[in-house]
């Protein structure tokens, strides 16, 4: 729980606060100081009776009543003094800094326990133990610099890792990033970081609330509560850029070593960002980047243009965009021409528009004015302009400066000359800019921004699918592990996906009557075992009653086999659908086209349930076989609209029966009759 | 021509000099006298006597004689300035920093090729024009800022571009990277990229030269000698890191709107710096990220330790590292208890190895120490050490310092505080050291540079190729455009490569005597037409004489059809090699399994010929679908040294018909009895 004293406390007492600067406690109090925090600042330290020429109290039950407590002290001392700020000072919130908790070792993890117990009990809040602090534009109660910007149009950073923090920040600074609040959640026993999001969402107020979130997250705790307040906030207008490191396996356990946490599937993460409409992001560099784009006018298109005075950067963004999928489109046309005649001979006009070394600001101006007016393809401008170290270039600042504020599309300054035009970078980032200094980083986070998904917006899909009989056919099933045939079939029905006709005897007789029902050829299949093809217990095109009457005496004897069952032998192509219940997540729905493209292309789509039709086509079209679909080499197209519907229904039905572990259909036919499931596997754990 | 004057002048003359360090032409003299140049310098410039302490002349004519001349002045005084120094003034070298030439206008152009003649006339070296001029450590002959730290030991930058020059080294002082030379070629009239790359390899001292290069080049002019001399200093034990760019189609317009000149194809230039061993980057920020990877001690394994004192930027290093093919093994045994016990408690040592915000530098010298002596299972260690600003940490500096001296395995740093702790990592760059602030960004830089190929050192392969008949073919074909049926067979049969029986008739009886030698089922192909399929001119599967007779007498009907081919019905697996001639590169192979892998997937190899069997190999090692000849799903596996042998001897085919413009052998079949070319076709252009 975040509470007001958290956020904008009246009081502040640094326990264990110092004169030394150079530790946590003095540095703490030398931030709020420098910060000009308007509250009262106490400290407590035995030693002092004033620190930094704030009152210090020799112990904390002789401190007034204080609204929020900063802890510098010893793990082992920290619950007594939690309990009685608490308990006698009416201490409504808290920020532990100190280390040695849950994080380190088990007696750690008990004091940690108890803290959060007094907390709790108190209707209090508690930020860390293990972080640096808290810092927004009422207190900046943190031990670390670098200390950014604090802005109501900054953006709000919340980090598991307090040093990732800090490298967060002294990449932003650069980049002329300001920060609205910085979150450092430590160890997280009460707020973590879901808890900031659900928070920023809650106090989310249209008129003032800033727009840009940053997360590092090392691990999702409750992703759904992360995937409701982040695609929440992304709808009331918001951008949030994340990043959630170990991706890798070990990566895994370097995040695990860190935190005492298990790193969630990697694949389910991106799921999750997906589906909550999260700029993924995998560096810090990246994460600022990205931030900074966020920060500018809304790109409503792909189509850049470049203004430029050096033709090498535009050459590179151009590359890196076009890589990123957007475009630098020629401007052709009569409206070139007075263009080109307002600028030096030799300057191109085709885009990247190219002003020359020698273009003066009247000529950037030109330029950005034709892209802004003149060209209604052009969704987006981006400016390159260094300087050489001849002449100063804050004319041209001030021109970029004035149009970014000016024209109705984004502008994205690039200035290279971070050394030579030093003071004059600084200059335009005082004016509330961003800069970034590499085209490519440009496009790199730009493409990011572009190609992200919307939030999903949608309710579960129910149609044709029968949620009581689902819940009536897992309440039935009282074994776990791989279901039976008999169930796997009835399961599938009530989700309206289509499966092949079957039918399943110990009786040579009823089977053979059975197929001359279904019609020869059919396909015959042991029914006990699980890995079938592996004893032999699958026999396709079989063509003839005889053969038919063969391979039932065969298999029967074959071990584990109860009965056999028959198939029509159908033809087409193969698709694969299948999920895997990640804890916590819930079911990560995997699609694609099977065969080699699975098995060996590794060419398979993600979701996490449910899935709308949307997102099911947004799976289908980001397979690399993708075209397949349409048809190629002679063969007929899939239905792709049948795919999305059972990859829809599929995912409903996992919904609604989270017992469900593990489930495959394999094959899934697409054949000249519809998408039909061949086989399948369903596990089951209570 | 690069000589002596232009590389170590011991007199200098800028034309168009002036006391105004607001131009270039005063500039250039002011860059000059900082970097204490120790010949003598002349200014030429009618309105002064003196400029900046230097003498000045009114005219050129006045001058005593001069080894390298430096023109800032209009391009249409250029030529007979030029005239007027090389003939009689001794000049023997030119840097023109002017623009207004080729890259303008036909006059310009005109303006330019007299400069030239004149140089080359009278022996002289000429850079630029349409460039910022060339610094080493003699002279800094630049109009420019900054000035990068001049250094034996540096880098020497090769850039086509001016402006891009000047924006690499803003990207690269940050970083601590040192320069030996920077050439900004310009137009290139004279010397290009491959000429100063020619000059430093004729001139390496294993001894003296600096073993760093990085390129920035917007078009390859001459791919063979960019390829010879690259390799031939990569052999010699130097690192090459470039740019080219222009990858993308609209990138290419834009390299070309700015030099004037056509980009090549961006396959080949991917062949070609693979076969070269070149690093390729794309942006300004990978090129020094790159080269300051190439500064340290060579990392000869995949295995990464990370010592770290922030748990955050070693997890997100991990994910980056282990996503480029690099490990990060998990560090066992009792060996970890010492150094566990030699931290404080919650330290990591399981790789990373976390020794805690709170670590001393004590800490940090037992981890490497560790790393280095107790892990033969590790290559190469990454350092992350930061400040959050309570303490300087100039000592945990000193000892990464004398750590990277002391240490036979290359340490990387990665100094995040760049803000915060800017005085510290200064001290530690003066100390000649390079700084990674970002450690994703060093994983990058890292992955590139071990997954870089070698370069490659073998002849051309003849075994198998018949070059005299190759070149008695060609010549003796008189026509162009695609070759007859006949010349293909024997062009594929000169090179070894085995192609499928087949015999051409427009005779029914002798073709359905043929057949019955060849054994049905037959393939029939009308003959003729080039693109066979569409107007019903190939039938497969044909299985008796009476269907033969009946399609050979349809097909001799169809427009353009002389006779009818048949062939044995093969089965196999579709392979897929062709060739394109590109110009000035030579022809690209390109290799693939058939059909939706290389239709749907592109998933396709590029080399450039010739190439070796290493390279073959390397091509189909890298295609996605390379499991497959391993055989999956039951399918035979296919013969990978074949395909090797085939892809080699095609290579050396082309290499000695270079009228071969472009050719594919489409498909060719994996058959049981070995890989047999079905169909081919050959376009030449004398």
């Known amino acids: 729980m975040i509470n007001r004293e958290l956020v904008d406390p009246q009081s502040i007492v640094i326990v264990g606060g110092s004169n030394n600067v150079q530790k946590p406690g003095g540095k703490i109090i030398r931030n709020l100081l420098e910060g000009n925090f308007k509250g009262d600042i106490y400290a407590v330290n035995p030693k002092e009776t004033e620190v930094q020429g704030v009152p210090c109290f020799a112990s904390v039950d002789m401190l007034p009543p204080v609204e929020l407590a900063i802890l510098a002290i010893p793990a082992v001392s920290c619950p007594a003094v939690v309990k009685l700020l608490a308990s006698e000072k009416s201490t409504k919130a808290f920020v532990i800094i100190s280390a040695g908790f849950a994080e380190e070792t088990p007696e750690g993890e008990k004091l940690e326990r108890q803290i959060l117990d007094t907390v709790n009990y108190y209707g209090a809040s508690l930020i860390g133990p293990n972080c640096i602090g808290l810092m927004n534009r009422n207190h900046r109660s943190v031990f670390t610099l670098p200390i950014p910007d604090l802005n109501a149009k900054g953006v709000d950073l919340v980090s598991s890792s307090g040093a990732t923090a800090v490298y967060i920040l002294e990449s932003a600074i650069g980049k002329g990033l300001r920060f609205n609040s910085v979150w450092s959640v430590g160890n997280a026993p009460q707020i973590g970081v879901e808890d900031v999001l659900e928070y920023l969402d809650r106090t989310f107020e249209p008129e ?82 990205v931030s900074c784009v966020f920060t500018l006018k809304e790109i409503y298109g792909r189509n850049f243009a470049i203004v430029t005075h050096a033709g090498g950067p535009a050459v590179m963004l151009t590359d890196a965009l076009s890589k990123g999928g957007l475009h630098v489109p020629e401007i052709k046309g009569e409206k070139t021409l007075m263009l080109k005649s307002e600028l030096y001979p030799g300057a191109s006009v085709a885009n990247p528009i190219d002003i020359l070394a020698t273009g003066t600001p009247e000529h950037l101006e030109k330029a950005i004015d034709f892209c802004e007016k003149e060209c209604p393809e052009i969704d987006a401008i981006a400016v390159i302009f260094g300087s050489p170290g001849l002449v100063k270039v804050y004319d041209a600042y001030d021109v970029l400066h004035r149009k970014m504020e000016e024209c109705s599309k984004p502008i994205f300054p690039v200035l290279p000359s971070v050394v030579t035009a ?45 949620v009581p009989r689902i819940r009536r056919i897992i309440d039935e099933i009282t074994e776990e592990g791989y279901l039976s045939h008999y169930y796997v079939q009835q399961l599938l029905a009530a989700a309206g996906i289509q499966i092949v006709r079957e039918e399943v005897s110990n009786n040579k007789k009823v089977l053979l009557r059975k197929a001359e029902e279904i019609g020869y050829p059919v396909v015959a299949k042991v029914v006990g075992p699980i890995h079938k093809s592996d004893i032999g217990g699958v026999v396709v095109n079989i063509q003839s009653k005889k053969h038919l009457a063969f391979e039932f005496e065969r298999m029967m004897k074959l071990p584990d086999v109860s009965a056999v069952m028959i198939q029509p032998m159908l033809q087409g192509k193969e698709l694969f659908v299948g999920a895997k219940y990640e804890p916590r997540f819930g079911h990560i729905i995997l699609c694609g086209l099977g065969g080699i493209f699975v098995e060996v292309l590794r060419d398979i789509a993600s979701g996490l349930a449910p899935l709308s039709h949307n997102e099911a086509f947004s799976m289908i079209r980001s397979l690399r076989a993708y075209k397949m679909f349409r048809g190629v080499r002679g063969e007929a197209p899939i239905d792709e609209v049948q795919f999305a519907e059972i990859i829809v229904r599929l995912s409903t039905l996992l919904r609604f029966a989270t017992e469900i572990k593990e489930m495959d259909i394999n094959p899934l036919l697409a054949t000249s009759q519809g998408i039909i499931a061949v086989d399948a596997r369903i596990r089951v754990k209570k």
């Open 422 to 466: 030093g003071k004059e970078v600084e200059y335009f980032l005082n004016k509330g800019h961003v800069n970034f200094s590499d085209e490519v980083e440009l496009a790199t986070a730009v493409t990011r921004v572009c190609n992200a998904s919307k939030p999903t917006n949608e309710g579960i899909e129910l149609y044709g699918v029968d």
């Open 208 to 289: 003032t609330s800033p727009r840009i979130k940053m997360l590092y997250i090392e691990n999702i705790k409750d992703p759904d509560r992360l995937l409701l307040h982040a695609s929440s906030l992304i709808r009331k207008g918001c951008k949030i850029a994340a990043v959630k490191s170990g991706s890798s396996e070990s990566g895994s356990r370097a995040a695990s070593s860190h935190t005492g946490a298990m790193a969630s599937s990697d694949l389910a993460v991106e799921a999750l960002f997906r589906k909550a409409g999260i700029v993924r992001c995998f560096s810090r560099e990246d994460l600022t980047t």
